[in-house]
Antibody
Framework: EVQLVESGGGLVQPGGSLRLSCAAS????????MNWVRQAPGKGLEWVSY????????YYADSVKGRFTISRDNAKNSLYLQMNSLRDEDTAVYYC?????????WGQGTMVTVSS | DIQMTQSPSSLSASVGDRVTITCQAS??????LNWYQQKPGKAPKLLIY???NLETGVPSRFSGSGSGTDFTFTISSLQPEDIATYYC?????????FGQGTKLEIK
């Protein structure tokens, strides 16, 4: 079964850090670019970050640039998002999504809550 | 960055109705436009890619059209299970941007 499973979410204080993981199975992970997308409570979808299949190309939304770092380990079929200097406005469900010119596979999401 | 303007933001329709949602890009994106469906508490699901191509397994009552800056998403005959929020997304240039969403309700 084709699947993406996120983990690592939780409650963190403003200024804190969190590392999200996304485990892929059922498809050739190393052949796909990947993305992180987030959704604040009651809000729409916001693209966060992109990484190419070989990690040679990386992009970030302006809202997270300099604070978040995307990475991947193709040997472990895993995608990561290191989130530092977290702010209240980073509170959201974070989804990983595969990219084949459309986001065709999504994980179930992991909730990140930034609050004191 | 490319801005995506989606309308309406909400829509109420009856079962069997034809439903149309529009999405306008702030610049030419050719046909690099995707449509997603999101049900409450669930991850988004790809319905239409490259403006008009139906994703495998998606019912044929869903369709998309358009190119350049103006795009349309249509449900030919609304079903109760179609209640969801729908998003357009441009995939022409990073950052990949989404429309603000259309919440579809049954009248």
């Amino acid at each position: 079964e084709v699947q993406l499973v996120e983990s690592g979410g939780g409650l963190v204080q403003p200024g804190g850090s969190l590392r999200l993981s996304c485990a892929a199975s059922g498809f050739t992970f190393s052949s796909y670019s990947m993305n992180w997308v987030r959704q604040a409570p009651g809000k729409g979808l916001e693209w966060v970050s992109y990484i190419s299949s070989s990690s040679s190309t990386i992009y970030y939304a302006d809202s997270v640039k300099g604070r978040f770092t995307i990475s991947r380990d193709n040997a472990k079929n895993s995608l990561y998002l290191q989130m530092n200097s977290l702010r209240d406005e980073d509170t959201a469900v974070y989804y990983c999504a595969s990219d084949s010119d459309a986001f065709d596979i999504w994980g179930q999401g992991t909730m990140v809550t930034v609050s004191s | 960055d490319i801005q995506m303007t989606q309308s309406p933001s909400s829509l109420s329709a009856s079962v069997g109705d034809r439903v149309t949602i529009t999405c306008q890009a702030s610049q030419d994106i050719s046909n690099y436009l995707n449509w997603y469906q999101q049900k409450p508490g669930k991850a988004p699901k790809l319905l239409i890619y490259d403006a008009s191509n139906l994703e495998t397994g998606v019912p044929s009552r869903f369709s998309g059209s358009g190119s350049g800056t103006d795009f349309t998403f249509t449900i030919s005959s609304l079903q109760p299970e179609d209640i969801a929020t729908y998003y357009c997304q441009q995939h022409d240039n990073l950052p990949y941007t989404f429309g603000q969403g259309t919440k579809l309700e049954i009248k």
